[in-house]
């Protein structure tokens, strides 16, 4: 059995079924949100914190719709909400019922991880493209490009179009959290200082 995992996510991928933890005030973006688990000790990311919700419930509609019924007005497609989610399974899910999807799907995913490590490798030489190709494959980003890719596919892209979107949400999702790593790096070493 897997184990759920708390994620901060833009509300546009949240999916039926995932937990609503909950939400951010207005102005809060996925890069300036305090995450949970992640707090500051000091409490100096109280106002980036998010309000979590009372009783956690099952999203009945994907999307920022899913917080309709809690009368939550200022949820759009970009803003960072908390929803927990067990890892996908796929087949389990019905979205794909043959061997052959399911071969082609992992097929595609591992294509799309591959394109993004070497487009990164590419662009930055001194990015080890192994520990890049570990990473873009790795349970996480797993589920993250197949939900995108998934996504795609139904909102009528084509594979490509699927594919290309996807690896773009990867390579973003890659430099936000190295960002924000390198900014904790900073701050801590200033701290110090």
Do not use: C
């Not at 000790?41 to 719709?65: F, K, M, Q, V, Y």
């Not at 520990?131 to 996480?140: K, S």
């Amino acid at each position: 059995m897997s184990v759920p995992t708390r994620y901060v996510i833009p509300a546009r991928d949240i999916r039926e079924g995932d937990v609503l933890r909950g939400y951010y005030r207005p102005g809060i973006t996925l890069a300036t949100a305090a995450r949970p688990g992640a707090y500051a000790e000091d409490w100096s990311d109280l106002d980036r914190r998010p309000d979590l919700l009372p009783i956690p419930d099952r999203a009945a509609r994907p999307g920022p719709a899913a917080f309709d019924e809690y009368a939550v007005t200022h949820i759009t497609d970009d803003s960072p909400v908390v929803v927990t989610r067990e890892p996908i399974s796929y087949v389990r899910r019905g979205h794909l019922p043959t061997p052959e999807q399911k071969e082609e799907f992992t097929d595609a995913i591992g294509r799309i991880a591959g394109y993004a490590a070497g487009s990164l490798h590419k662009t930055f030489p001194d990015l080890d493209l192994d520990e890049l190709i570990q990473r873009f494959t790795g349970p996480a980003a797993f589920n993250m490009i197949g939900t995108r890719y998934l996504n795609g596919l139904r909102r009528g892209l084509t594979p490509a179009e699927a594919a290309s979107e996807a690896g773009t949400a990867l390579i973003d999702g890659w430099a936000d959290a190295r960002l924000e790593a390198r900014a904790l790096l900073n701050s801590q070493t200033a701290a110090t200082a």
